[in-house]
């Protein structure tokens, strides 16, 4: 009697909000992939293959910078010009107030949207979760953030 070998492939399961979810569904249309996973599993693979990474083992490479490492980190938010997503976006900036040490803000005539530039120093777990919080204002139109070291 033959057994056949049984193998189990772990499922990952991530969030993505609407603008990242659309994103992938363009690259999957576009590139003629069958499903997000396997556009996951290439993205993964090509960047293991990454100059970064190839010359890396992967039992040393330290994929988490610890979180409690002190960075300055770079935001660019456009947002329309709606007082009640302008009410979440100046709730989050007060619960990051200490961390916020530059604020910009550009109001354009004839222009529905404001574009908001921040300078974050602090940790990288708070710098992530004020990431995942502008993330979760399902209005914006546009964020980009850096990290700086």
């Known amino acids: 009697m033959n ?6 492939i772990p499922i990952v399961s991530v969030s993505l909000n609407d603008n990242l979810k659309k994103f ?10 069958k499903n997000k996973s396997k556009l996951i599993r290439d993205a993964i693979l090509r960047l293991q293959q990454s100059p970064d990474f190839s010359n890396m083992d992967a039992a040393t490479i330290d994929f988490f910078t610890p979180l409690t490492k002190k960075i300055i980190g770079n ?4 947002v329309p010009n709606d007082i009640n997503i302008l009410k979440k976006l100046n709730k989050i900036e007060n619960n990051y107030s200490d961390q916020i040490v530059s604020k910009n803000q550009q109001f354009y005539t004839n222009n529905p949207h404001n574009t908001f530039f921040m300078v974050f120093e ?8 004020i990431v995942v919080e502008i993330n979760s204002i399902k209005e914006i ?7 700086i070291n």
């Open 3 to 8: 057994k056949k070998k049984v193998v189990f």
């Open 24 to 33: 992938l569904d363009k690259l999957i249309s576009n590139n003629k992939y």
């Open 75 to 78: 935001m660019i938010i456009v």
């Open 122 to 129: 602090g940790s990288l777990q708070d710098f992530r979760s």
């Open 141 to 147: 139109k546009n964020f980009r953030y850096l990290i």
